[in-house]
């Protein structure tokens, strides 16, 4: 097997595990908000949830160090080894992030991992997303528009998954306070609000990747 194909493979591979785990995260979080569940189902689905959710958390970053590799390899970017190299730098970095963000509740050092996670997340939307633009309107970097274009959705999809943390915010407290204190209707309101609200994120995020998909498979063509 030739180098690109099997970049080809795992940048498939890396879409298929992102939009599955993404459905069967939402899934599982269908059974989080039912408040006709006792807490122990609950927490089990969120367990479940919350372990499923890894698969896209690390495509992600995965996805954007086999893309920018492939399409080098390929010819479609107009970059240097070295910028292929330091996007895999940044990549490796970015799953050991979400790697250490998991595995680290209760530890000291969360809060602060969390936060720059979140501030690193923003710089690559702008990386990635000035540099979509810029070759839309230059075309220069990326071969071809519908490559662009890809890089342009893909700056959307890291938005939207910034969203999703906005949108989940009341959620933690109340989880705790379900734990803690029992079930309340002003506690089941709050779950369920927070989880329903992301659920057009989600669908949007679904979108995204299936254009992205079209688009690299060439079944979209300008």
């Given amino acids: ?18 939009l599955g785990g993404d459905l069967g995260t939402y899934y599982a979080s269908t059974f989080v908000a039912r408040s006709d569940l006792d807490t122990k189902a609950r927490s ?3 367990d479940i949830m919350m372990g499923v959710d890894q698969a896209p ?13 492939l399409a080098y390899k390929m010819g479609y970017m107009d970059v240097s080894p070295a910028i ?8 490796i970095a970015w799953i050991t992030m979400v790697w250490a963000i998991h595995n680290g509740h209760g530890k000291s050092w969360l809060a ?10 923003y710089l690559m939307i702008v990386l990635v997303g000035g540099s979509a633009i810029y070759a839309l309107i230059t075309g ?4 071809g528009d519908w490559l ?3 890089a342009l959705i893909f700056a959307l999809l ?3 998954g910034v969203v999703l943390r906005y949108r989940l915010k009341n959620f933690v407290p109340a989880w705790i306070a379900l734990n803690s204190e029992g079930p309340s209707d002003e506690v089941n309101q709050t779950i369920r609000k927070s989880l329903v609200g992301c659920r057009p994120i989600v669908l949007a995020i679904w979108v995204g990747l299936l254009i992205n998909a079209a688009l690299g498979l060439h079944l979209i063509n300008f």
């Fill in 1 to 18: 097997m030739s180098e690109i194909l099997l970049i080809k493979f795992l940048h498939l591979l890396a879409f298929v595990y992102w």
């Fill in 44 to 46: 089990t689905a969120l």
């Fill in 57 to 69: 958390r690390i495509c992600m970053p995965l996805i954007l160090g086999l893309g920018v590799h």
């Fill in 84 to 91: 292929v190299a330091l996007t895999w730098i940044i990549t």
């Fill in 112 to 121: 602060g991992l969390q936060k720059f996670d979140l501030w690193f997340r």
């Fill in 140 to 143: 220069e970097i990326y071969q």
């Fill in 148 to 150: 662009a274009t890809k």
């Fill in 158 to 160: 890291m938005m939207a």
